[in-house]
């Protein structure tokens, strides 16, 4: 909802499009470790809010994604 109806990605529809190409390329395997019975909403929101935190800047993207997602399946695998 907030993608589709908040002020941040309205203004920035080429930043939403870079993190869903981003998000969706590491989701392509499902990333069961980091889903709740296959739903990454939780995991989605929190790389949506430090994206926002970070006012959708370009390096913003892949930190948000190492620190949510890579960092996260690393840890599982110790």
């Known amino acids: 909802?907030?993608?589709?109806e908040g002020?941040?990605?309205?203004?920035?529809?080429?930043v939403l499009k870079s993190l869903m190409e981003a998000f969706s390329a590491r989701a392509v395997t499902g990333l069961p470790g980091l889903s709740m019975d296959g739903n990454h909403s939780f995991l989605f929101g929190g790389i949506r809010r430090e994206v926002e935190r970070n006012k959708g800047a370009r390096w913003s993207i892949e930190?948000?994604?190492?620190?949510?997602?890579?960092?996260?399946l690393l840890g599982q695998r110790d």
């Open 1 to 4: 909802m907030e993608l589709r």
């Open 7 to 14: 002020w941040f990605w309205k203004e920035r529809p080429n």
């Open 63 to 72: 930190m948000a994604l190492e620190t949510h997602i890579d960092e996260r």
